[in-house]
């Protein structure tokens, strides 16, 4: 069993002895969309497994219980909304302390033990919804579930870039991004196939699959850095927003996803409301996101490595300019169509750059953090961003909307735009 000398080089100083895994080679003629994609890691695999089965777990119950609390239990939809406000706040602030509770303690354990008190919460909402508990209650479950799920992403990002070489991380990183698409594929296809399964019993298998996630993570060895560098609390904890280089890229980053997360919320009610589209063709909308995300994630490898990730966020940033600028100006499904295919392209592009290059600002005993923070202000911003755009579309007017948010990609490509190095005279 044998890794590159690169990778072997990069385990040995960077954390504790662990065993030399194998890595994956692609049969080339089988998949030719993955010519020159890298052979990457067994554990790296693994990972990107356990993301699949613990978002398809996520995505067959918790996409559907805003609808389920609406329809079958009349909750007011104010109150749904203010719930998930919540909940997408809490888990932004938990990023961050996720970051800080990895680097610390090891990131192995926290992955575990948060994946496992998530099981623990999907058998507790089940049985909330089957006996009828508050809405109080559910609210509150859903909080913790919202926290739990943020322990994840942050400590996991750390974990790709420890088991790879620097060259390989934007692979690295999307194919951990397809692990994710496809469980956001299958997790909703399941619930529809099942609808006749009260909504309650679906929360009892997820709390398993979630748990063969967790098992699987636990055959991935600890990835810390054996010896971390020894600092104040306050100051390791206020690094991040000391290093400007990171703090620029996070304002970047704000931007970007205030942009992103529009797809998933605002689209569907424009389409609808303001372009006249039914149901089915709004539906075509996600479907090609998400059919372009699994066949196009991994090719796009050679055009991010080529481009370089810093250039790859900028065109990813001017890519949703222009889509957005088309969302302004489109008449009908095919041009709306259009635009959500480059919306998606775009974020193919910039998504795993993205995740690459906050790895690659942080210090080698510090990327828990940095991806918590990053996952912080991500949070934040999917978070504002809803409001964001509904008022908008509220008081600008439906099209002008999309104009004035192509204008917030223009900030996002400022920002990412890689600064010249003064050359010493």
């Known amino acids: 069993m044998a890794i590159s000398a690169s990778t072997a080089d990069r385990l040995n100083n960077t954390g504790p002895s662990r065993p030399v895994t194998r890595k994956v080679t692609i049969p080339v003629a089988m998949v030719p969309l993955l010519r020159g994609f890298p052979?990457?890691?067994r554990q790296l695999?693994?990972?990107?497994?356990?993301r699949l089965v613990v978002t398809a777990g996520?995505?067959?119950?918790?996409?559907f219980l805003a609808m389920h609390l609406?329809?079958?239990?009349h909750v007011p939809v104010l109150h749904i909304g203010l719930l998930w406000t919540v909940v997408g706040a809490t888990s932004a602030s938990m990023q961050w302390v996720s970051g800080q509770v990895a680097d610390r303690l090891g990131r192995r354990p926290v992955l575990i033990v948060a994946m496992v008190l998530r099981s623990v919460n999907l058998a507790a909402l089940g049985w909330a919804l089957g006996h009828g508990v508050s809405f109080t209650v559910i609210g509150l479950l859903c909080i913790l579930n919202g926290a739990m799920r943020a322990f994840y992403d942050p400590v996991a990002f750390a974990v790709v870039a420890s088991l790879c070489t620097a060259e390989e991380r934007v692979a690295a990183f999307s194919l951990h991004r397809v692990g994710s698409s496809v469980g956001w594929a299958l997790g909703p296809l399941t619930a529809t196939l099942f609808s006749d399964v009260p909504f309650s019993t679906l929360f009892y298998v997820c709390a398993p699959l979630t748990l063969v996630a967790a098992a699987a993570v636990a055959t991935i060895p600890e990835t810390r850095p054996a010896q971390p560098k020894a600092r104040p609390v306050l100051a390791e904890r206020t690094a991040a927003l000391r290093d400007r280089s990171f703090v620029r890229f996070l304002w970047a980053t704000a931007a970007f996803y205030l942009l992103q997360t529009q797809m998933y919320h605002?689209?569907?009610i424009y389409a609808a409301k303001y372009l006249g589209l039914d149901r089915a063709q709004v539906g075509t909308l996600f479907i090609v996101n998400g059919i372009l995300v699994v066949l196009l994630q991994l090719p796009a490898v050679r055009a991010i490595k080529k481009l370089g990730t810093s250039w790859a966020?900028?065109?990813?940033?001017?890519?949703?300019v222009m889509a957005y600028t088309g969302c302004g100006l489109a008449v009908g499904y095919l041009s709306l169509l259009a635009c959500v295919a480059l919306m998606t392209l775009c974020e193919i592009v910039a998504v795993p750059a993205q995740q690459a290059k906050t790895t690659a600002l942080a210090p080698e005993d510090n990327v828990a953090s940095y991806a918590g923070m990053a996952g912080l202000v991500q949070g934040l911003a999917q978070t504002a961003g809803p409001l964001l755009g509904t008022c908008l579309i509220e008081f600008v007017s439906p099209r002008g909307a999309w104009f004035l948010l192509a204008a917030v990609g223009l900030v996002a490509a400022a920002g990412y735009r890689p600064r010249r190095v003064p050359v010493a005279h």
């Open 45 to 50: 695999w693994i990972l990107a497994i356990a």
């Open 266 to 268: 605002i689209m569907s």
């Open 58 to 63: 996520f995505s067959v119950v918790m996409p």
């Open 39 to 41: 052979d990457l890691d």
């Open 70 to 73: 609406a329809v079958e239990r």
């Open 313 to 320: 966020l900028v065109v990813g940033s001017m890519g949703y």
